[in-house]
């Protein structure tokens, strides 16, 4: 199971029995999960009792599973009863039996066998766009529209990585302030430990994370209707416009939203078509889909080639062998880049960069992992990826931070007697200001002084 799969499947288990019914409403709804959220056994259980006039019995499906798979049986079993699909009768005189569940049976029958007037699977338009939209244009839309979004993340590098032309719009960045990806810090987004591992992902994964944000947002926004326009944009056809006029208003308010992202295009609000890019009619299928297609495009972290870019040498420097705006940056929140060339830009993980980085919430492993993943072919031939110093360094720093806490204070030694120091010592305890103390050299350190030190001058006034 796919992350992207994981995410969605995770949010459609936690929802009510009575949400998921209305949800199957919609033959668009039921292929999809069927296709993308269930397991191979899943599937055939599902298949085998599609078109049965009877419920099956418990020993008839079991007859299906060698006695050595039990354990993926049950497992089957009891995520399609999580998921509402399948429901288990008990009718007096007659064995335990398994059937699947309305309004999953009659949708999923219909999906695939076609007919009906549900317009599940979207309306195309019955007349020809003016100005026609190629798939070329889509992808240049969604990838720069995407684009916008990641460089809005990463922006706090101080780098313009939002192109001429992109609108990203408040109801984005609040998503992303509430999804808890990026932190305001001044006029300026930080990212956050959460943002960068969002930035790891795949593009699908990507998309489906945003859209689970989006789903928990909408407050106002009936989150069936919401979920229905997902999978039935994730039913069209890449290159294809649609008719505006059998959407709800959720649904069409949901076209402004998903524009900002670069998931639909439309002309303008008012426009009676919509076309769904390569974002939209990837979201039931396979995440390496997006990258597979040559007239797609690759997450905005990789090259253009599709293969690694970043070289480290054991004196950690980096190489990064990208023109990418999008991908400078990503390396500026942990290196410290010093040149650039038309091809490359060169710098050095320090100390201080790593710090910086942990600092914002990105972790070591995190930092290790984006490394890995975006190394050159050339780096790949050796084993392990990473220089091994490299690596341990980088998690050292953290480590460093992690066991060393700087606290400003006062230091207080050189005592004339060691009463006075235990005197002192207790009272700084006592009015909760002291941090550290060696008995044996008669030293202790506090926050705060003046009553510490008042204290100290009035007994050596009246112990003179």
């Not at 909408?218 to 416009?241: A, H, K, P, R, Y």
């Not at 490359?344 to 790593?354: L, P, Q």
Request: aromatic share 10%.
């Amino acid at each position: 199971m796919s992350g992207s799969t994981l995410r969605s499947f995770e949010y459609l288990e936690g929802l009510p029995g009575t949400v998921l019914n209305r949800l199957y409403q919609q033959p668009s709804t039921a292929l999809a999960i069927f296709r993308r959220m269930l397991p191979h056994l899943a599937k055939t259980f599902v298949m085998g009792m599609l078109y049965l006039s009877h419920p099956l019995p418990v020993s008839d499906l079991d007859s299906w599973v060698r006695p050595d798979s039990r354990r993926e049986r049950d497992q089957a079993i009891s995520l399609l009863e999580r998921l509402h699909i399948l429901r288990t009768t008990a009718d007096p005189g007659k064995p335990r039996a398994y059937t699947l569940t309305n309004p999953f049976l009659g949708s999923l029958r219909l999906a695939l066998t076609g007919g009906g007037n549900h317009n599940s699977f979207g309306v195309p338009c019955n007349t020809p766009d003016k100005h026609p939209v190629s798939i070329a244009q889509l992808d240049e839309y969604a990838r720069k529209q995407w684009e916008g979004v990641l460089g809005y993340m990463v922006g706090s590098t101080g780098v313009n990585l939002i192109d001429e032309g992109v609108r990203l719009s408040d109801s984005v960045k609040n998503l992303l302030r509430e999804g808890g990806l990026v932190k305001p810090r001044g006029k300026r987004a930080e990212i956050t430990q959460e943002g960068f591992a969002f930035i790891l992902q795949e593009v699908n994964e990507q998309v489906w994370t945003v859209l689970i944000y989006y789903l928990e947002a909408g407050t106002n926004m009936d989150s069936v209707d919401i979920l229905s326009f997902l999978f039935l944009l994730g039913s069209l056809e890449l290159g294809q416009d649609y008719s505006k006029a059998t959407l709800t208003p959720t649904q069409l308010q949901m076209l402004d939203d998903l524009s900002d992202f670069g998931i639909v295009y439309q002309r303008s609000p008012s426009s009676s078509r919509f076309y769904p890019t390569r974002l939209a009619t990837t979201l039931t299928s396979d995440a390496g889909a997006l990258r597979g297609v040559s007239a797609g495009f690759d997450s905005a972290l990789r090259a253009a080639d599709g293969k690694g870019f970043i070289v480290i040498e054991t004196n950690y420097r980096v190489y990064a062998y990208t023109t990418s705006q999008l991908q400078i940056a990503i390396l500026q929140l942990f290196t410290r880049l010093s040149t650039r060339y038309p091809n490359m830009v060169a710098g050095k993980i320090t100390r201080e960069s790593i710090r910086r980085a942990v600092g914002m919430g990105i972790t070591s492993e995190q930092i290790i992992s984006f490394l890995t993943t975006h190394a050159h072919p050339q780096m790949r031939k050796n084993n392990p990826v990473l220089p091994p110093t490299v690596v341990d360094q980088i998690r050292l720093w953290q480590i460093e931070g992690e066991r060393m806490k700087a606290t400003p204070g006062f230091l207080f030694k050189d005592f004339l007697s060691g009463a006075d120091y235990e005197a002192c010592c207790t009272y700084a305890e006592e009015i909760g200001v002291l941090v550290w103390k060696n008995d044996n050299r008669r030293m202790f350190f506090v926050t705060r002084y003046e009553q510490v030190a008042a204290y100290l001058k009035n007994r050596t006034k009246k112990n003179p």
